[in-house]
């Protein structure tokens, strides 16, 4: 078949924080993507300020560089499991493979994800040990767990006969010789354009070009990005597009884009193998083809995994709503839902009971959690439910998600963490002891299990341990696993917090409110240390009597409130909680605000 050998597309692959956005960066500098004059960033593929805040890579984004006549496409795909979606679409752009791993950390399970999507598509790879100037990096070690990796996810002998470069990125070069310090970026550029396979073509074929990414522009509206598999493409040109439902429509390319660097220039016509933008059809969506008029013939749709975790999202219905937020009706909410789905294939949204409520699916409670943060911050009021696995029936049986969960800790907190652990009905797989004081443990659990884990690990072990976690499979439901072991402190009534309250309440565990801030009834003030709700007054004041006045208050020493950032609310709530989410605020709430309905609901369900 022929090949496009001027043209090379690539992903980078690589676990959260391992470096891949670093090494984009000395990559496009080296290549002379950038003008002398060009003000340059850290991290510029970090578009989102999301990614910037959080430090990974939530969305799958595209850049060209220029090696000796050889133009190379780099795709930076998401590290993290939760963002599959954007893998799969990344993964259908490319021709190989760049695996960039921490030498000090090594292969962890988001790089796992990532690799066992790459070599099902038996895509070549190269492997990048990131990082080696490191003064704990393991480079011997990290290389033989990488080829244990290979192994375990079945990798062709093919496959597991990579090239090996030792890098660092932050310093701008990588190196096939283990044991010297690099100059430059040179060696990569030559083994990607040596080590992975032109685009090939069928040249009897017409145009096909499968959308893998959807953009917007403030001028021209959605931009569909497609990868051209066979034909060329024309700014102009009457093509066919094939929809997702079977149908073919007539429509017309009136804009064609291709990358360069971080820009994208207009192009006249495109080939084969190329990564273009095209504009003009505005409903188009991610997995549909473009295809010939007179010889239209559809690609296979792209297709993704389920998603294995929900949440309900909703109107803020609490007594404070509509005070920081421009946003806060139902169909403001469901628009900005649907338009949500149009990017991101790996979401579900789904009608419930109530009309202004909807089950939002995902592939896991970082994605979701970014969806809601992205919401909280263009505007928008809401009231979010506690996380719950999506199940199956297999064989009359009910299945839950399984996730294979690895931590790193020092060896002094092995039995808090172990006891944790069990009481989640997780099951180790394999514990490894580096001889350093650390250790690795690799735990099989439930997805039910992991919600609010984080929290209660970092605070068992000093905030030292690391935690990492990808989709694994389904097996039969586990029973009932209990994530919280201590109850919540409810205001019983409407008002402000004041000093003289919040110091009684501190004694009986730890707050979420501060002094002079807004309650209301069912709001969640702070955590009991016992296991049973309390409802609590946190708006009492000092009353005057014959020998001070009520505000002559005596030095209040209260402890500082723990905030409420959005991930560990999440993690905190249980089924009868949830949160409300405004632009400035997170608060904890019951779901039912009266005490009477909360006693309600409580006989029924201990009569059923």
């Known amino acids: 078949m022929p090949i496009r050998n001027d043209l090379r597309n690539i992903a980078i692959i690589a676990h959260v924080d391992h470096g891949k956005t670093t090494l984009v960066d000395a990559m496009l500098r080296q290549s002379g993507a950038f003008s002398e004059r060009a003000e340059l960033t850290d991290r510029v593929m970090d578009s989102m300020d999301l990614e910037r805040e959080k430090g990974i890579t939530i969305l799958a984004k595209q850049t060209a560089i220029t090696f000796r006549e050889t133009k190379i496409n780099i795709v930076d795909t998401p590290g993290h499991a939760d963002f599959g979606g954007e893998v799969e679409r990344a993964l259908a752009m490319v021709d190989g493979a760049l695996l960039l791993v921490d030498a000090a950390e090594g292969p962890l399970p988001q790089t796992r994800f990532v690799l066992r999507k790459a070599l099902a598509k038996h895509l070549p790879m190269i492997l990048v040990l990131n990082k080696v100037d490191r003064p704990d990096a393991?480079?011997?070690?990290?290389?033989?767990?990488?080829?244990?990796?290979?192994?375990?996810?079945?990798?062709?002998?093919?496959?597991?006969?990579?090239?090996?470069?030792?890098?660092?990125?932050?310093?701008?070069?990588?190196?096939?010789?283990?044991?010297?310090?690099?100059?430059?970026?040179?060696?990569?550029?030559?083994?990607?354009?040596?080590?992975?396979?032109?685009?090939?073509?069928?040249?009897?074929?017409?145009?096909?070009?499968?959308?893998?990414?959807?953009?917007?522009?403030?001028?021209?509206?959605?931009?569909?990005?497609?990868?051209i598999i066979n034909g060329r493409m024309s700014r102009g040109e009457n093509v066919i597009w094939c929809r997702r439902d079977g149908t073919n429509q007539r429509v017309k390319i009136s804009e064609l884009f291709i990358t360069n660097a971080l820009e994208r220039s207009s192009a006249e016509t495109a080939g084969p193998g190329e990564i273009v933008a095209i504009a003009g059809i505005p409903d188009i969506t991610i997995g549909e083809t473009l295809a010939n008029l007179e010889n239209p013939v559809a690609l296979p749709l792209l297709l993704v995994d389920e998603p294995s975790i929900s949440m309900t999202i909703g109107v803020n219905t609490a007594p404070l709503a509509g005070r920081e937020g421009t946003k806060v009706t139902a169909r403001l909410i469901k628009n900005r839902l649907d338009q949500e789905l149009i990017g991101n294939v790996s979401l579900r949204v789904l009608n419930t009971e109530r009309p202004d409520t909807w089950e939002v699916q995902g592939r896991g409670e970082l994605a979701l959690a970014i969806l809601i943060e992205i919401m909280r911050r263009e505007g928008f009021e809401l009231t979010v439910g506690k996380p719950q696995v999506i199940t199956k029936i297999v064989d009359g049986k009910v299945h839950e998600p399984v996730e294979q969960l690895e931590i790193d800790s020092p060896e002094d907190f092995l039995g808090p963490l172990t006891q944790i652990l069990a009481t989640r009905k997780a099951t180790l797989a394999e514990m490894i002891n580096h001889g350093t004081g650390w250790i690795r443990m690799i735990y099989s659990v439930p997805s039910r299990g992991l919600i609010g884990i984080r929290t209660e690990i970092l605070t068992q072990t000093k905030g030292t341990a690391q935690i990492h976690h990808a989709f694994d499979r389904y097996e039969p439901w586990f029973g009932e696993i209990r994530s919280r072991l201590s109850g919540s402190m409810i205001a019983d009534r409407t008002g402000v917090a004041t000093s003289y309250a919040l110091l009684n309440l501190q004694e009986r565990g730890s707050l979420f409110v501060s002094p002079t801030e807004d309650v209301y009834e069912g709001m969640i003030v702070g955590e009991n240390s016992r296991q049973d709700d309390m409802d609590v007054n946190p708006t009492k004041e000092k009353k005057l009597t014959n020998v001070r006045s009520s505000t002559a208050e005596e030095l209040v020493r209260l402890t500082p409130a723990r905030p409420v950032t959005l991930e560990?609310?999440?993690?905190?709530?249980?089924?009868?909680?949830?949160?409300?989410?405004?632009?400035?605020?997170v608060r904890l709430r019951k779901v039912a605000l009266s005490m009477q309905e909360r006693s309600r609901l409580r006989s029924n369900k201990s009569r059923n």
């Open 138 to 227: 393991r480079v011997k070690e990290v290389l033989d767990e990488v080829y244990e990796l290979f192994l375990d996810l079945d990798a062709t002998e093919e496959q597991i006969d990579f090239p090996i470069l030792y890098a660092s990125g932050k310093n701008g070069w990588a190196t096939p010789e283990p044991d010297t310090l690099g100059e430059n970026l040179i060696p990569l550029f030559e083994t990607i354009v040596a080590r992975v396979a032109p685009p090939t073509y069928d040249s009897d074929e017409v145009l096909q070009a499968l959308v893998t990414n959807i953009d917007a522009s403030p001028y021209l509206g959605r931009l569909a990005i497609c990868r």
């Open 568 to 585: 560990a609310a999440l993690e905190f709530i249980i089924e009868d909680e949830c949160i409300e989410v405004t632009p400035k605020s």
